[in-house]
């Protein structure tokens, strides 16, 4: 309830689907203006300059190599199958908003922040905490609350963006299949849900990472405001900062290295070489384990004397 | 004596070399206002927020209705109702919302109970106001409203008269005397103002530097001590010569119009008939108890400042 009858979280909700409504409508400004009418003979002029870059750099970066070789063959199948790959579909939408996770994350950071902190500050922790719950309750509840709100907003991201592409491009192309060229080298037809649901789980996972890190300042400062600020300061320098020092091999160790598990996407690449995913994740699960303790810690064995 | 609902054993607490609160250990019965006494930095609030659990013990027990807060703390919390200091509600939800929150975290705290304590301290007018704009001693009465609502054998105030007016302080009085009556709570009360305390408490324990000095009934307690008996007459010399005489010098004294006499009230009818015997006027004559604040500053030997 605490959560849910403050003006400022509806603001919030509010902010966030003004952003998905103002990507969406400069996406179908963008493909307004170009035009796609003759799909077949761009692909056709595409694929016949790729194969010119691949016949001409034989040394090039294997990376890119490939890349142009996926391509060769996804156009390929986009011809033969009939299907013009510059359609926007409901799902053209929702795939870009993967990318504004971003502004869920800082969203829930603000609400994380204050969860804890805030109750210091209005001085109501002194009746929170004088009831029959133990503080590890009463921080567990707080945890999952933060928590729900997170998939509050990721939920209405995902819809407001479907409604959105519904309403600009109608419901065609709602079967169009997502294709991808799989290990066997093949053109593989996937679901689009599928392919939007994965771009969102990359997203949630650094999301649950700030969250939990954002918790866990509010429970050691007591005090709203240092806690955004911190929160949000290590959000937007922490990337910068590890890729600064992406030279040396520590770097691996820090939260930011890891946080970001789209490096290990097909053509990208990790931040140091000797880096994989399980990697990663152990490290991730490492940092959780150990915010989440700090935080218990915290907030359990101190004093509450103000 | 009844069954004592508080049982303090050996309640300490040590601050770097101090003992702010020293090995206190007395019973609280039931069904009384129970006061605990004592000069600002005595260590009161200390031992109030150590009952509740805001603050760690460093050594003692407290014992509610049988169960130790340190081992049980939820069960033992089911038992207490809690302000300390000033009570700070939510302020951007209504009242009824506030308290609504709170019984939540009971079981068995229905709508009906809600209503009925709502109405009991008399907020049913502003209840669905935002808290916000309720006056302190509004905000005093949701306090009190929110402490009872799981129906506690205890019910704590630490400081309840800040910062209210004397109508406020009036009410907070009438309130808690009907809840001892009406609801069969036992009520401790920390103050350092004498004259209130002295007429809302039934006892009271008085503690100084974190150590316990006394603890003492306040209606009907026979301070032999301090008996007295004062004189009104219309020749003052002539009245003290008289009395000096019998009951001996030093037990004599002036103070303004009136003459003191140390000596209990069973004296009086043997002095009136003594002073009309002699032909003197009596404009009164009556026994005084020593007032509370007196005995106060004479057990704690006048010293304030810890």
Redesign the interface.
Known sequence: ??IY??PRTWAMVGILILALALMSGVMKWDTSKRDHSDWKQDLTQQTVSMQNQLGKSSDADPDQRKWWTEQIKLNQYYLDHDLNPNVMTPWSYVNTSASLIILVTILTVIIAADMIAAEFS???I??L??????RTKVMLAKYIATMIFALLLLLVSFVVTFGIGAVLEGFNGLSLPHLAVGADGVVHEGSMIVNSLQKYGYGVVSLLMYVTMAFMISAAFRSSSMAIAFSLLFMLVGNTLSGILSGYQWVKYLLFSNIDLTQYLEGAHPLRPEMTLGFSIGMLAAYYIVFQLIAWLLFT?R???A | MAEAVLQLRNVTKTIGKRNIVDNLSFDIPAGEVFGFLGPNGAGKTTTI?MI?????MTKGEAIVKGVSVRQN???A??H?G????????????TGY?NL???AR??SGVTKARIDEVVKLLGLQNRIHEKVKRYSLGMRQRL?VA?AIL?RPSLLILDEPTNGLDPAGIRELRDYLRKLTREEGLTVIVSSHLLSEMELMCDRVAIIQAGKLVDVRPLQGYKDEQGAKIVVEVGNLPAARELLAAVVGESKVSERGETLEVAADKSAIPELTRMLVGAGLEVYGIHAVQRSLEEQFLEITGGEMVV
């Open positions: 309830m605490k009858r403050r209005w001085g109501t002194k009746l905490l004088v009831g029959p719950a133990s064995r004093d509450v004397a | 927020r509740v659990g805001l603050i760690s703390f939820e069960l919390m089911t207490i809690a302000i300390v200091e000033n009570p700070e509600m939510y302020k951007f939800l919302q609504v929150h709170f975290r009971h306090g929110q799981h």
